[in-house]
């Protein structure tokens, strides 16, 4: 399977802060990669589809100001929570999707565990 | 909205024992992937599966495609401690470049 790395593993930070998680796609390139969401014992919740050179397409419900989504170049994308709160905690995990002659598959990275103090 | 419905959702088996997981649908997808994800860890692709009724095996895994592409299922073969998971499945619709993710399903395997 193809590798995705994600930065940083785990953040704790103050409230009113904000954090930056990079998604890498290591031995493949990607024009479309993903940034979910997921709650204790959840399946994943999708919050946005990052583009590479254009913006990001957010899910219903996802505050675009809030999460900041770069796509500039074909293996990176960077998810910033802005103004960090409390609820804000969660894991997030990017996926990059690797497009095929007949069909695309998608590789997580391992995940962030962001906790806002 | 695509919903994906796995079941069941929970499943707490002894080693050795056979158990089959569950991914249903009303909508078509041109492909389906398995995941299994471990705590604190991102998903792992398991397979893809494309064409309707297709069959693959992964060592003690066999994943199914229903014939309409609208269903799939795994079955694990004398399971594990190792299985022990989330298991995800994830449809394809070919016109959105987005997967629609299952419920989940946690399996726990004992010893």
């Known amino acids: 399977g193809a590798v995705v790395s994600q930065h940083p593993s785990r953040v704790i930070c103050k409230s009113g802060t904000s954090v930056k998680i990079e998604c890498r796609s290591l031995?493949?390139?990607?024009?479309?990669m993903f940034w979910y969401r997921q709650f204790p014992k959840k399946s994943l919740m999708l919050m946005a589809t990052s583009n590479e050179g254009s913006k990001a397409t957010y899910e219903q419900g996802v505050e675009k100001d809030k999460f900041l989504i770069n796509h500039a170049s074909l293996t990176l994308s960077t998810l910033t929570v802005t103004s960090a709160h409390p609820e804000d905690s969660s894991f997030y995990i990017c996926?990059?999707?690797?497009?095929?002659?007949?069909?695309?598959?998608?590789?997580f990275g391992p995940g962030t565990r962001l906790t806002v103090l | 909205t695509q919903l994906l419905e796995q079941s069941p959702q929970f499943l707490s088996i002894q080693e050795g024992e056979n158990l089959t997981v569950y991914c249903n649908s009303s909508?078509?997808?041109?492909?389906l992937q398995w995941y299994r994800q471990e705590p604190g860890e991102g998903p792992v692709l398991l397979v893809t599966v494309v064409t309707g009724g297709e069959v693959k095996k992964l060592k003690r895994l066999t994943f199914q495609f229903g014939d309409a592409r609208k269903d799939s299922s795994l079955h694990i073969t004398a399971a594990q401690p190792g299985d022990t998971g989330l298991y995800l499945c994830?449809?394809?619709?070919?016109?959105?470049?987005?997967?629609?993710f299952g419920t989940g399903t946690r399996l726990q395997v004992t010893l």
């Open positions: 994830a449809g394809d619709t070919g016109t959105a470049s987005k997967l629609t």
């Open positions: 031995d493949f390139q990607a024009t479309t």
């Open positions: 909508s078509v997808f041109s492909s």
């Open positions: 996926s990059a999707r690797r497009t095929g002659e007949y069909y695309n598959e998608q590789f």
